[in-house]
């Protein structure tokens, strides 16, 4: 059997603890991998490494960290593949969304390269005869991420890179279901020239993550998960006198105007409802149909979703593969069999697929309810998973107080071919990240990725501007320095006497 460590200090160390995490593979059930499970003196290791690191780290210059930067670049590239197979092998999501996953690190990867620029500072001249003021940023110290399973690449990479772009080292903590990705990155990071003790990676479950919400010697914590635990974590870190960024759950809606082109949100709702079976916090969860329009474009969604083929991700056939554990399948499959019992039309029940020689695989099929009401389990909840509620609505108006009237407030994107009503409803809806006929508005890299409300827990969104900000803290200084035709008699620099 397979066996993940930790990566400190530059080289694999064995896990000392005693405790281990069974990694299964989501479409044969098989358990494949044991991971370490972190005690608090490893996670104090991986942190003294980083902070030793940082010594030397946080003084070194822009152009020898982008030049690391640039040769991870490179060999993330060279080893796509690589990674996108060890997060099917343990995550169970096909070949190609694995692919996706990557390229979407990489654009943060590619942010980090240009961190020159995005540290540049102000200055400001004769603000008072002969003073200057300028503002500059600099790095926190230790800091550290704590990763979900959904996107076992992608979310390290939208923390690390810059943060360590940015003069920091970095303590990763990733999920335990999927652990051989953030191994295989560190690894390559290493290959790159990244000086030991830059970039730590220790497994571990709630352990682990209490060791470093509690460790005095790292500065700031970045989270992707949950909001349960989002929460726990914001409150804990910061009441622990640390920067805390921490992504929580999502509701996303999808409305839908008279107006849209039926064919493209049917399309668009699909591939953002069960794509990746559902599990990423930006997947459409609830579309809300405004009008006459919900019995066509439900009798849409539901051809084009019986047409999903299902299958291991090793296969290129499939456009789905399993959940990631049997456990989460069976919850996501609780609230379809709990469906009708709250109101709900069940349109597609998947709850009953079966994969022909995968029998023991954690399989679901893909779900669509329709008629949900806003006091369902099923709306009520984060599924993550694919199931899809369709909600209806009269009118512009109730559809923006529905969606509003949520707790969570990721993401959200609405379809019709009206520019002024796309526009109201950018600015009336009361979430984070907006699609106009885009139904997961992930921003590119240069942008900010965050929602409002219940789905994030402070004041900087990840990667872009607001992750540069929040890897560094601002600094003002102001001078006052002499003419040097004004120095005390005695000094001669060569200028000429202004008396």
Known sequence: MKTVNHWIGGKTVEGASGNWGQVTDPATGAVTTRVALASPEEVDAAVTAAKAAYGTWGTSSLSARTGILFSYRALLDAHRDEIAALITAEHGKVHSDALGEVARGLEIVELACGITTQLKGELSTQVSSKVDVSSIRQPLGVVAGITPFNFPAMVPMWMFPLAVAC?????????????????????????????????????????????????????????????????????????????????????NHMLVLPDADLDAAADAAVSAAYGSAG???????AVVAVGAIGDELVSKIRERAEKIKIGPGTDPASEMGPLITAAHRDKVASYVTGAAAQGAEVVLDGTGLRVDGYEDGHWIGLSLLDHVSTDSDAYRD????????????????????LMNASPFGNGTAIFTRDGGAARRFQLEIEAGMVGVNVPIPVPVGYHSFGGWKDSLFGDHHIYGNDGVHFYTRGKVVTTRWPDPADVPSGVDLGFPRNH
């Open 382 to 401: 984060e599924i993550f998973g694919p199931v899809l509620c369709v909600l209806r609505t009269e009118t512009y108006e109730e559809g923006v107080a």
């Open 279 to 285: 599990e990423r916090c930006m997947a459409i969860s």
């Open 167 to 251: 003069g920091n080292t970095f303590v990763l903590k990733p999920s335990e279901k999927d652990p051989s990705a953030a191994n295989l990155l560190a690894e390559l990071a290493a290959e790159a020239g990244l000086p030991d003790g830059v970039l730590n990676v220790v497994h571990g479950d709630k352990v682990a993550v209490d060791s470093l919400l509690a460790h005095p010697d790292i500065a700031a914590v970045s989270f992707v998960g949950s909001t349960p635990i989002a929460r726990h974590i914001h409150a804990t870190a910061s009441a622990n006198g640390k920067r805390v960024q921490a992504l929580g759950g999502a509701k």
